[in-house]
């Protein structure tokens, strides 16, 4: 008898533990052993971003949740489910005996390449706290844990409170598409032992719910414009001494149904560890595709980075498309020209399904709204766009096609896309080119007031366009059309280097225009550096107004005002003279800062040729004065077309600095610590000269070939690349330079391929695998096999 009751009084507090809590998948324990980097202390105070493909996170690395953004000001961070906003964010404090100490001001805070962690230490209370965030693929909800350590030798009672601040809102611009934000409305449900937020208006609903059932809960409204609601949790626990509790929350979020909501938030609690699993699954995938080893470890690391950097900015709105975002926090939708740099660079570290849906997404949107090829600009998640497009995108996607077919050959792919090029090329011509002399007029990259004429990046990129159109008209026997391209293109070419080159500035020119323009924006620009304080950009300017003054055209004429970064356009699409590429890339040396080029050279300041330490943070962030990495990438990709990677690394060394500077594994869009604190464009800069011109990946799918013409900065006396995905085979590069001697090896899963390997020496190798041939400009290797090799 004495038995059963013990065992029914047992089984009865199991059952009560049971009732009252959920077991956990411990989210700190199961991250031990994967790679992290800690933030810095000085940095404590600005955002991070917890990414998914659904659901995101950005709050700032203390705990908190500021105002944060200017898009919807004040609201770009906290927890988004595009096209909707789910919260604000959340708040927690541990109640002690005599004591509240609040969880919004971290000592430390570390990330991982899909999760990330704050740390709290309260020595003087002998408490300790982490707190992890982790967000599953494809599910509209997150985790978020907290482990209460007591350090101390006696055992406490605590009482941890949580709340949850609910703000159920549209996406910018939701209201063109009849978005019309309501009270929302805060209900606490057994069912999920939490709360739920729904909006009065619409079916836009957000759950918190714990795995722990609460002592106690209170919510409250605030109505007027803010419109949201808070929802509190309170849970006693006993902490033995050197004791510890977890406890989780699941926040999920519906903008269809509060049904939908609530099991997810069942779902996060019961399926974490699988979800987590396969996470960390695909992200070790990520790393192991174009792996890279060089001997600059710092370098190393921010390629495998911006690796994880690419998957955190794929944003999924099933009713509207899948496809990467700009940046986070102020970009979290879809740009036509972001991308078309940014693809080039995901497909060259074999992230395909990005590169895939993004185009299909821009593509039918495009035509959608525009339906004559013209690529639109911007468009937010709930499918308004705000800018139907710039005048250089249109070209720019006719290259992304061009080049994502070399390494994909899939024709079917050509065929897809190639009626959008061809309407958007006869477009450029027809409706832009005013005066009929080849050159679009309109705004190109840069978006300065009355910089609408000629731009040379609009220039160059239509020339670029024309000829890789010419070459997907030939293969689809679009023979006429291939001509008159390659006619276009060349023409072009040759006038781009005849009357955008300005000899006396050493440099192409920002534009062609009237001077009567040129004169508005030369008073424009002075007034800038004069703000700025910059008086060799002011004495410049008015020698160049004076200039002008003197010597009067009637006719449209090149200009050199701004010294913008796309003056370094023709060199990185090739297309520049060479003489004339060594000294523009001379030139555009002098508009550098230790971290890369400025975006508008005028705003050059003292950091140009200083030492990155002496950099500090302006108090009040703006672009201008930025120094940005698309420009910085973008000359890189210039100095190694024309045969220069020491000059070409040097740009990536100064990027790299930015690399973890302000956000711990991530690199800013405006170098070192402004702007986005992720940015999709970075891996252009990265993977592109990388990949395709120190490692001299040339692929051409559609043959079942690959040229390799590596061009190794002397930095790099050994380095390899592996699985590299080109169509349906994977590459892999090993490089060394022993007393000035090569050795290279090439090895790849598809033994039916063929590998052509160039080098520079014109001597004959002692070793080689493969049929030879040498010639004044070097030695070619060509042979079928799992390996072709070289050793001299």
């Known amino acids: 008898m004495i038995f059963t009751k013990r065992f029914f009084f047992i089984l009865s507090i199991l059952f009560c533990v049971q009732c009252t809590e ?20 000085e940095y404590l105070d600005s955002p991070y971003v917890t990414a998914g493909n659904r659901v995101y996170m950005v709050g700032h690395q203390n705990g908190s949740f500021p105002d944060l953004g200017w898009h919807i000001k004040g609201e770009m961070g906290g927890i988004w489910n595009h ?39 309260f020595n003087d209370k002998d408490i300790k706290v982490v707190r992890t965030q982790f967000v599953p693929d494809d599910v509209e909800g997150l985790v978020v844990q907290y482990t209460i ?51 009065s208006k619409n079916p836009w609903t957000a759950c918190i719910s714990p795995n722990i059932k609460p002592e106690r809960k209170f919510s409250s409204t605030l109505d007027g414009e803010a419109l949201t609601a808070s929802g509190t949790f309170e849970f006693d ?70 690796k994880y950097n690419c998957d955190w900015l794929v944003r999924k709105v099933p009713e509207i498309g899948t496809g990467i975002t700009a940046g986070i926090p102020d970009y979290p939708w879809w740009f ?37 090829g013209k690529i639109i600009h911007e468009m937010s998640t709930n499918g308004a766009v705000f800018n139907n497009g710039n005048i250089n995108e249109t070209p720019q ?36 080119d005013l005066d009929g002399n080849g050159f679009p007029e309109g705004f190109g990259m840069m978006e300065i007031h009355g910089l609408d004429s000629e731009m040379i990046d609009v220039a160059v990129y239509s020339q670029k366009a024309f000829d890789d159109a010419s070459q997907m008209a030939t293969i689809l026997g679009k023979d006429k059309l291939a001509k008159n391209y390659a006619a276009i293109a060349k023409e072009l070419k040759a006038r781009i280097n005849s009357e955008f080159w300005s000899e006396d500035f050493g440099s192409y020119a920002d534009f062609i225009g009237t001077d009567e323009q040129a004169l508005r924006l030369i008073d424009d620009a002075i007034v800038r550096a004069d703000t700025l304080g910059k008086p060799w950009s002011i004495t410049e300017l008015k020698k160049t107004k004076q200039f ?69 943070a302006p108090p009040i962030f703006n672009y201008t004065g930025a120094v940005m990495t698309l420009p910085t990438g973008v000359s890189a990709i210039g100095e190694n077309n024309y045969g220069r990677p020491n000059e070409a690394l040097d740009y ?29 464009w970075n891996i252009y800069s990265y993977a592109y000269p990388i990949v395709q011109q120190f490692f001299g990946i040339q692929p051409n799918a559609a043959n079942k070939e690959v040229v390799i013409h590596p061009q190794m900065p002397d930095k790099w006396k050994e380095a390899s690349l592996e699985n590299i995905k080109i169509g349906d085979n994977e590459i892999s590069i090993f490089y060394a330079m022993t007393n000035g001697k090569p050795s290279i090896t090439v090895k790849q899963t598809n033994i039916d391929w063929t590998l052509i390997l160039k080098t520079s020496a014109t001597e004959k190798p002692k070793t080689y695998k493969g049929e030879i041939t040498t010639t004044k400009n070097g030695t070619i290797i060509k042979g079928k096999g799992e390996t072709v090799s070289i050793t001299f």
């Open 22 to 41: 959920k077991p956990v998948f411990d989210l700190a324990s199961a991250l031990t052993h994967t790679k992290s980097i800690p933030g810095k202390a």
């Open 83 to 121: 096209p909707i906003k789910l919260m604000d964010g959340f708040e927690a404090e541990i109640r002690l005996a005599n004591d509240t100490v609040a969880l919004d001001n971290a000592t430390s805070f570390v990330n991982y390449p899909f999760a990330n962690q704050h740390h709290f230490l």
């Open 149 to 199: 350590a007591n350090t101390g030798e006696t055992p406490k009672n605590i009482t941890f409170v949580f709340t949850g601040n609910s703000d159920l809102r549209p996406t910018w611009l939701g209201e063109r598409t009849q978005m019309v934000n309501g009270q929302d409305e805060p209900t606490y449900t057994d069912s999920i032992w939490g709360w739920i937020f729904k909006d």
């Open 237 to 306: 626990f006993n902490l033995p001494n050197k004791g510890s509790k977890t406890i989780s929350f699941a926040i999920s979020g519906s903008y269809t149904s509060t049904e939908a909501a609530t099991a997810t938030a069942t779902k996060l609690h019961d399926s974490l560890a699988s979800f987590f699993e396969a996470k960390k699954l695909r992200y070790q995938q990520l790393a192991q595709q174009a792996r890279l080893t060089i001997p600059d470890k710092k370098m190393q690391q921010t390629f495998e980075w911006l």
């Open 336 to 372: 036509g020209v972001d991308s078309e740099y940014a693809l080039q660079g995901y497909m060259a570290i074999g992230q395909e399904d990005a590169v895939y849906n993004t185009i299909h997404l821009l593509d039918s949107v495009s035509e959608a709204v525009n339906g004559n």
């Open 397 to 432: 996607f006719a290259t992304l096609i061009w080049r994502i077919y070399q390494w994909n050959g899939d024709r079917t792919f050509l065929e897809k896309y190639f009626p959008t090029i061809e309407k958007g090329l006869d477009w450029l011509l027809k409706e832009n």
């Open 548 to 616: 002008i003054v003197n010597h009067p055209s009637d006719k449209a004429r090149p200009f050199v005002l701004h010294h913008n970064w796309v003056v370094n356009t023709p060199m990185e699409m090739g297309i520049a003279d060479g003489e004339k590429a060594v000294k523009a890339l001379e030139t555009a040396k002098t508009y550098v800062n230790p971290f890369g080029v400025f975006v508008t050279g005028i705003d050059r300041d003292n950091s140009a040729g200083s030492n990155e330490n002496t950099y500090k």
């Open 652 to 680: 990536l060394e100064r990027m790299t600095r930015s690399f973890s500077y302000a956000l711990p594994g991530s690199m800013y869009e405006v170098s070192p610590d402004f702007g986005m604190m992720a940015q999709a």
